[in-house]
């Protein structure tokens, strides 16, 4: 059952900093575009407030596995993996050396519509769907 209180997605948008704003909703656009049927399920956050710690926006899963999340900074976003380490990365964009988890930095919406990206979140929900 849904909480009555959720922070839509569309919501958190609207908060996120005019300059990261058009990035977020490119790689909003990108991950529906690779997986159309993904649940979109959005953070129950607010903003943080140290500049160095990351926004939680929104998270898509598959089976109720999340696959990939959309994140942001005051002046980057970011696409991470929760299953990143798995993923083969031929393009080298996949930063982090966490025990699972690995991310993308996009500075620009252009960043986040690169084939390679594209590449890398098919190969993500195939993993995890």
């Known amino acids: 059952m849904a909480a009555t209180n959720a922070i839509p997605v569309s919501d958190h948008i ?8 058009p990035i977020v909703q490119a790689a909003r656009r990108t991950v529906k ?10 953070y129950q956050s607010q903003a943080p407030r140290s500049p160095t710690y ?3 926006i ?10 990939v999340g959309i ?4 002046r ?5 993996f929760y299953r990143g380490r798995e993923l083969d990365d031929g393009s080298g964009l996949l930063e982090g050396s966490g025990k699972d988890s690995r991310f ?7 960043d986040a519509e690169r084939p390679a990206v594209k590449q890398l979140l098919k190969k993500a ?5």
């Not at 980057?76 to 991470?80: E, I, K, L, V, W």
């Open 125 to 129: 929900f195939k993993l995890g769907g």
């Open 58 to 67: 929104v998270r898509y899963a598959v089976n109720g596995a999340s696959v």
């Open 33 to 42: 575009a690779a997986a159309p049927t993904a649940d979109e399920i959005s």
């Open 14 to 21: 609207k908060k996120i900093p005019p300059a990261v704003r």
């Open 71 to 74: 994140g942001t900074f005051p």
């Open 104 to 110: 993308i930095t996009l500075r620009a919406p252009a």
């Open 76 to 80: 980057h976003s970011t696409m991470f």
């Open 54 to 56: 990351m926004w939680k």
